[in-house]
């Protein structure tokens, strides 16, 4: 099974209809897609991206499958996560999905870094139910991938509160981490 896969697995278990939850790195909209059918249309899905290319790419793809009703696309870092929310999404957010790196098919000059993905984090944890579930996809392969794997993997540890887990899943190429109120393997 793909890391993205066993991550929507993973999400699929805490995330249900009326809900609220972040894709902060929208990308082609694949998370996203994935999310906004877990929220239904009573819930509402926050997709973050610095490129307006991605946002393109996830608005065709959520029309396409008519998901478009519940999610807002935001134009933006996902460091600017709590400035872009709504006030009342503090404490119920359900899920905040990353997948770092670069946008698959784009400008592999642009990628995700940790001055911007470090403080994300923060705000996700400060956002996030408390049983509530944060999923980071990192791939290690291209340029400043693997210094910001272990830099996310290091906040996490740091952010975890004591009721919560941090699950590493391997693979040869990315990791996937998880900060949940219960462990995933």
């Given at each position: 099974?793909?890391?993205?896969?066993?991550?929507?697995?993973?999400i699929?278990?805490?995330?249900?209809p009326?809900?609220?939850a972040?894709d902060?790195?929208a990308?082609?909209?694949h998370?996203c897609?994935?999310?906004?059918?877990?929220?239904s249309?009573?819930?509402?899905?926050?997709?973050?991206?610095?490129?307006l290319q991605?946002?393109q790419?996830?608005a065709a793809?959520?029309?396409?499958?008519g998901?478009?009703?519940?999610?807002?696309?935001?134009?933006?870092?996902?460091?600017?996560?709590?400035?872009?929310?709504?006030?009342?999404c503090?404490?119920?957010?359900?899920?905040v999905?990353?997948?770092?790196?670069?946008?698959?098919?784009?400008d592999?000059?642009?990628?995700?870094?940790?001055?911007?993905?470090?403080?994300?984090?923060?705000?996700?944890?400060?956002?996030?139910h408390?049983?509530?579930i944060?999923?980071?996809?990192?791939y290690?392969?291209?340029?400043?991938?693997?210094?910001?794997?272990?830099?996310?993997?290091?906040?996490?540890?740091?952010?975890?509160?004591p009721?919560?887990y941090?699950s590493?899943?391997?693979?040869?190429?990315?990791?996937?981490?998880?900060?949940?109120?219960?462990?995933?393997e």
């Amino acid at each position: 099974m793909h890391l993205t896969q066993r991550a929507h697995q993973i999400i699929s278990q805490c995330l249900h209809p009326g809900q609220l939850a972040v894709d902060a790195t929208a990308g082609n909209g694949h998370d996203c897609c994935f999310l906004a059918q877990r929220v239904s249309s009573k819930g509402t899905v926050f997709a973050f991206d610095i490129q307006l290319q991605a946002l393109q790419s996830t608005a065709a793809r959520l029309q396409q499958l008519g998901l478009s009703k519940q999610v807002q696309l935001i134009h933006s870092g996902h460091e600017h996560m709590r400035n872009e929310l709504p006030g009342d999404c503090q404490g119920r957010i359900q899920a905040v999905t990353f997948n770092l790196g670069y946008l698959p098919h784009g400008d592999k000059s642009i990628t995700t870094t940790s001055s911007s993905t470090l403080p994300a984090l923060q705000q996700a944890c400060e956002l996030l139910h408390p049983e509530g579930i944060i999923t980071v996809l990192a791939y290690r392969g291209h340029p400043g991938g693997l210094e910001e794997s272990r830099a996310v993997e290091e906040q996490l540890q740091a952010l975890a509160n004591p009721d919560q887990y941090l699950s590493t899943i391997e693979s040869p190429g990315p990791v996937l981490l998880v900060l949940a109120p219960h462990r995933h393997e």
